[in-house]
């Protein structure tokens, strides 16, 4: 049994929303367009670009844009809520 939570495979969806597996079985879909879209920053704003946001890695079990430019807590994935 694993002791840490990580993302294990992630595939984008549709508009902002990715789903995605974790190394215990559960499986969510995430939207973060509320987040993105609400977002005043212009590293967060540039992410409205679909393309761009599709452009996602994972990393070490965590999903993230550009280096980390953009990353989420892995809790909040895990329970869908960001």
């Given at each position: 049994?694993?002791?840490?939570?990580?993302?294990?495979?992630?595939?984008?969806?549709?508009?902002?929303?990715?789903?995605?597996?974790?190394?215990d079985g559960k499986e969510n879909v995430v939207?973060?367009?509320?987040?993105?879209?609400?977002?005043?920053?212009?590293?967060?704003?540039?992410?409205?670009?679909?393309?761009?946001?599709?452009?996602?890695?994972?990393?070490?079990?965590?999903?993230?844009?550009?280096?980390?430019?953009?990353?989420?807590?892995?809790?909040?994935l895990y329970i869908g809520q960001?």
């Amino acid at each position: 049994m694993n002791s840490y939570i990580s993302i294990e495979n992630a595939k984008y969806i549709e508009d902002y929303k990715i789903y995605l597996k974790f190394n215990d079985g559960k499986e969510n879909v995430v939207d973060f367009k509320s987040f993105i879209e609400k977002s005043s920053h212009p590293d967060i704003e540039k992410y409205r670009d679909k393309k761009l946001f599709q452009k996602f890695s994972l990393e070490n079990g965590d999903i993230e844009w550009n280096d980390y430019e953009l990353a989420f807590p892995i809790y909040d994935l895990y329970i869908g809520q960001i």
